[in-house]
């Protein structure tokens, strides 16, 4: 892992990553076993891995509060937090360190497995764990000054931006909660939250994805033509916290003593709808912020909250002191959709300078040998063997692959292979095609492609239809690609290759067409379960341990 330059401050009490099911929170697990046994996080005291209820998405917000649930019944035996004011108590003498991490990543299907946190990044090294974005991301975080001493500390970030800047400008010593922020064009704004500043270091309004006009309106543009983009980073004292989880939790008489429990219909609204740190939190706070323009917000960026439950919220998180820090030297790489991948990779690996200037095919993670080459451009190539000429077109991802024969890859196209089991538990390779700017989010009435075409166009060519890639009792509304069955399943990995047809099916035969018609196929949602997530990391490992310099990228 990496070494911060940063000096470090107190140790963590904890550091926490969220995951989306048990399954996930199991793999994260192991792989923060790795890392601990290796000495890489001695400035933690615990590590946590911790799971949304019964792997139901509760959102970033929920999360939070089930984690610092989680935290309090660790500190106090047998859970009998006696009240809010004992809570504090506890919150105050710690300091947390909350990464979401969970989730489908299913804007980057190749990694959906394993998460956006442990996707394999290019970047020299000498450790004998394959670096992911944990090792970066992590570090970086570790250093951050602590806040008021006994006043408690609880920093929440995302775990699928690797962000890079100066920590010892940081200070996180203000009442409340501090936002970080960053100065960026109202354009690239517009796809975060933003911020629209007070005086000293305040907070009018915060804005969910707004559009450059609703920037503009809201003052959130200065003169210079730039707003303040959310950098998804909070530092948060045990009061804010307590004040956050009073509005959602309860303590409930019990046997044993007081129990920590979600309010009367709260449970229903985090599992049913989930609810968002930076929609429904922070569209409250400011000294601007009314319930009219709390809702207005919130509404407009998706969420569907009763406006009993809305109100109730912002009257419990209106009045939080907020203190808003724009770091003057900040930059940040997204790996949130398989764009991003190749783009972020091919950017840190500049930053690192592990290749020549100018490269823009990005392999790590793999073995080229023999009359093995890689050719392209802009292109992302990760736990492949080649022992044959790749030839990427542009905007490719190779994952996976083992490459013994010619292969040629068009623009766009994107292939990986993973080992499994079906749905009789029989060892197979998950084939997935895709495009690049494949959106497995969108349903298919709202215009989903597939390897680049309409999805429903990719259907008419191949001849098939809805039953055969959804489940009847699937609504329309999840009538996506993550929920299509259009992977197939093969018996061995080099069978692959009689898939790769799929990215040009106007050219694809009649029996081509039909041996996809009756092949054993597999959605994204179905091989994020299927998959071996101990095969996917061996592959990493074998291809890392047997790098022939002892830098390895």
């Known amino acids: 892992m990496p070494v911060s330059s940063a000096k470090m ?31 890489e996080l001695s400035h933690v005291r615990h590590s946590l891995v911790v799971a949304d209820i019964d792997d139901k998405r509760i959102g970033s917000a929920g999360s939070t509060l089930h984690c610092l649930a989680q935290v309090l019944r660790r500190e106090v035996p047998h859970d009998e937090v006696g009240d809010f004011e004992q809570a504090s108590s506890v919150l105050r003498r710690l300091r947390i360190l909350i990464v979401h991490a969970g989730g489908d990543s299913r804007r980057l299907p190749a990694y959906s497995h394993c998460g956006k946190i442990f996707i394999p990044v290019p970047t020299a090294s000498t450790s004998q764990i394959p670096v992911t974005l944990f090792d970066l991301l992590i570090p970086m975080f570790l250093p951050f000054p602590d806040s008021l001493r006994g006043e408690g500390q609880i920093v929440v970030a995302s775990g699928d931006a690797l962000l890079q800047f100066e920590v010892s400008d940081l200070d996180l010593a203000a009442p409340g909660i501090t936002l970080l922020g960053l100065l960026a064009s109202p354009q690239e704004a517009a796809h975060h939250g933003v911020f629209c500043a007070g005086s000293e270091g305040s907070l009018r309004l915060y804005l969910q994805k707004p559009s450059v006009d609703a920037q503009i309106n809201a003052g959130a543009v200065n003169n210079a033509g730039q707003s303040i983009l959310d950098l998804g980073v909070m530092s948060m004292d045990a009061s804010t916290a307590i004040r956050l989880m009073r509005a959602f939790l309860e303590l409930t008489p019990a046997a044993c003593g007081p129990t920590l429990q979600w309010r009367a219909g709260m449970r229903d609204v985090v599992m049913t709808h989930g609810i968002d740190l930076y929609r429904e939190i922070c569209c409250a706070l400011g000294t ?38 724009v770091l003057g030297d900040c930059s940040f790489l997204h790996f949130g959709t398989t764009r991003q991948l190749i783009t972020s990779g091919i950017a840190l690996r500049a930053n690192h300078q592990v290749v020549p200037t100018g490269t823009s095919v990005l392999v790590l993670n793999s073995q080229v040998h023999g009359q093995g080459r890689v050719s392209g451009h802009h292109a992302w190539v990760e736990g492949c063997c080649i022992s044959a000429p790749l030839v990427l077109g542009g905007d490719n991802v190779a994952v996976g692959l083992d490459v ?149 990228v």
Request: glycine residues 4%; aromatic residues 10%; negative net charge.
């Open 9 to 39: 401050t107190q140790p963590w009490d904890y550091l926490i990553l969220t995951a989306a099911s048990a399954q996930q929170a199991a793999a994260y697990e192991d792989q923060i076993r790795l890392r601990r046994e290796a000495g």
């Open 404 to 552: 013994l024969e010619p292969l040629v890859l068009p623009p766009g196209a994107c292939l990986d292979l993973s080992a499994g089991t079906d749905r009789n538990g029989k060892s197979i390779w998950f084939a997935r095609c895709c495009d690049v700017d494949d959106n497995y989010k969108q349903t298919a009435a709202a215009g989903a492609t597939f390897c680049g075409k309409p999805l429903f166009e990719w259907m008419r060519v191949v001849g098939v239809s809805a039953s055969d890639l959804w489940p009847p009792e699937l609504s329309e509304r999840d009538r996506t690609l993550w929920n299509a069955r259009v992977c197939p399943a093969e018996a061995e990995h080099l069978s692959f290759r009689r898939w790769l047809w799929m990215f040009d099916v106007e050219r694809a035969t009649p029996e081509q067409k039909r041996s996809f018609l009756v092949a054993d196929r597999y959605s994204s949602s179905q091989i994020a379960l299927l998959l071996s997530q101990s095969a996917f990391h061996m592959r990493r490992s074998m291809l890392w341990s047997t790098a022939s310099s002892p830098v390895k």
């Open 288 to 325: 601007d912020a009314t319930l009219a323009s709390y809702s207005e917000g919130v509404r407009a960026s998706g969420s569907r909250l009763d406006p009993a439950i809305l109100q109730e919220l912002f009257e419990a998180l209106s009045g939080v002191h907020v203190h808003l820090q």
